[in-house]
T-cell receptor
Framework: EDQVTQSPEALRLQEGESSSLNCSYTVSGLRGLFWYRQDPGKGPEFLFTLYSAGEEKEKERLKATLTKKESFLHITAPKPEDSATYLCAVQAVITGGGNKLTFGTGTQLKVEL | GAGVSQTPSNKVTEKGKYVELRCDPISGHTALYWYRQSLGQGPEFLIYFQGTGAADDSGLPNDRFFAVRPEGSVSTLKIQRTERGDSAVYLC?????????????FGPGTRLTVT
């Protein structure tokens, strides 16, 4: 069974204080690892897809990296508007084309002035 | 362009009643997914449609839950004899489809409360 574990559960940062969120996963065969941002009362917003170990992607203050066992979401010089829950999900390669995402429980990030 | 839309945004129903939740995917997306999210948890997969057919319904918790997508676009999630444990946010997502992109784009969700 595919599993995703995210840590920490909650993170409080001062504005400008860089940090990383962790996503550990086990999957039978990884098709892709996905990062989403979710604001309260809204649906998850797509950020990145990573397909193979060593891959990195960047968007503004966010950089996602992938190894064979985990992914990191690095936040450089965060701002209060980066406050949200960040969700990690995996999609397995399944014979017959199953495409479901298996999510972790998320990291709740709060960035303070 | 228009994203995934879901209606209603909120639904309050009494235990034992029947409810329907609607999802309008992004135009041109052939793949459609339903997930359920409880407070403090990540979304949990329910069912996946490729075109009009349910390609994977392994996440439906029991036979009270059913979903359709008759014309390959709009989908309806149907819940019979609702129970208090069905209370959650029901999320819909769409994707361009196999061979194009696996990224899933989510709607705002329908918050279902069963009293």
């Amino acid at each position: 069974e595919d599993q995703v574990t995210q840590s920490p559960e909650a993170l409080r940062l001062q504005e400008g204080e860089s940090s990383s969120l962790n996503c550990s996963y086990t999957v039978s065969g990884l098709r892709g690892l996905f990062w989403y941002r979710q604001d309260p009362g809204k649906g998850p917003e797509f950020l990145f897809t990573l397909y193979s170990a060593g891959e990195e992607k960047e968007k503004e203050r966010l950089k996602a990296t992938l190894t064979k066992k985990e992914s990191f979401l690095h936040i450089t010089a965060p701002k209060p508007e980066d406050s949200a829950t960040y969700l990690c999900a995996v999609q397995a390669v399944i014979t017959g084309g199953g495409n479901k995402l298996t999510f972790g429980t998320g990291t709740q990030l709060k960035v303070e002035l | 362009g228009a994203g995934v839309s879901q209606t209603p945004s909120n639904k309050v129903t009494e235990k034992g009643k029947y409810v329907e939740l609607r999802c309008d995917p992004i135009s041109g997306h052939t793949a459609l997914y339903w997930y359920r999210q409880s407070l403090g948890q990540g979304p949990e997969f329910l069912i996946y449609f490729q075109g009009t057919g349910a390609a994977d319904d392994s996440g439906l918790p029991n036979d009270r839950f059913f979903a359709v997508r008759p014309e390959g676009s709009v989908s309806t999630l149907k819940i019979q004899r609702t129970e208090r444990g069905d209370s959650a946010v029901y999320l819909c997502a769409s994707s361009p489809g196999p061979g194009r992109s696996y990224e899933q784009y989510f709607g705002p969700g329908t918050r279902l409360t069963v009293t």
